[in-house]
């Protein structure tokens, strides 16, 4: 069983910045591959970042290449997502996604409860 909870959602203005984070309770924290989905009403849940499980291999969605980074740290059972350059329509409840597999292309295995990301123009 793995339980993820996200922090770090709010509401910022275009051009602005914010972090979210995820911490995981998962003695196997290391051997799971992680992700950042999103989605807005009326949209399926899409994938804009994944993170494998040793760190090495990152994927960006192309709309969040070079203004999103992901990163993790296995010390702590937390991953992070940094986002710059936020605009209007990265606006979204983030979930944090973990699997023994990809969380790339699904299913996953395990989500967060979500946090609100709102960037105001």
């Known amino acids: 069983q793995v339980l993820l909870a996200e922090s770090g959602g709010g509401l910022v203005q275009a051009g602005g910045s914010l972090r979210l984070s995820c911490l995981a309770s998962?003695?196997?924290?290391?051997?799971?591959?992680m992700g950042w989905f999103r989605q807005t009403p009326g949209k399926e849940r899409e994938c804009v970042a994944a993170i494998s499980g040793s760190g090495s291999i990152t994927y960006y969605e192309d709309s969040v290449k070079g203004r999103f980074t992901i990163s993790r740290d296995n010390t702590r059972n937390i991953m992070y997502l940094q986002m710059n350059s936020l605009k209007p329509e990265d606006t979204a409840v983030y979930y944090c996604?973990?699997?023994?597999?990809?969380?790339?292309?699904?299913?996953?295995?395990?989500w967060g409860q979500g946090t609100q990301v709102t960037v105001s123009s």
């Open positions: 998962a003695r196997t924290f290391g051997s799971l591959s």
């Open positions: 996604a973990a699997d023994p597999g990809t969380v790339v292309r699904g299913p996953v295995d395990y």
